[in-house]
């Protein structure tokens, strides 16, 4: 029986229960959508690619983990929908 290893598409970290994202981006990932759900309410009609092209420029005030997983999705062209539904998997 093989037995399927999955990996972070961003850092190769093997998948335990994840599915996705590995334990750090998730959470990351889990951030990022929250914010981004405040932030358009304070910034009406604020849209995902404009939101993440604002975080490319206060880098400092971003951690790692989201500086990291901002890159992949946007060269990824990963659309909200679907890290919507990513970060609510556990
Ligand atoms: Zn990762």
């Not at 999955?6 to 335990?16: T, W």
């Not at 009609?45 to 005030?61: F, M």
Request: aromatic share 12%; hydrophobic share 35%.
């Amino acid at each position: 029986m093989k037995i399927e290893e999955k990996y972070c598409p961003i850092n190769n970290e093997p998948l335990r229960d994840e599915e996705f994202f590995c334990r750090n981006h998730l959470r990351a990932l889990k951030l990022l959508v929250t914010t981004y759900n405040s932030w358009d309410e304070a910034y009406e009609g604020l849209s995902w690619e404009e939101y993440l092209e604002k975080l490319t420029k206060i880098k400092e005030s971003v951690g790692i983990w989201a500086q990291e997983l901002i890159q992949y999705i946007i060269d990824n062209k990963i659309n909200y929908a679907d890290l919507k539904k990513i970060a609510k998997s556990e």
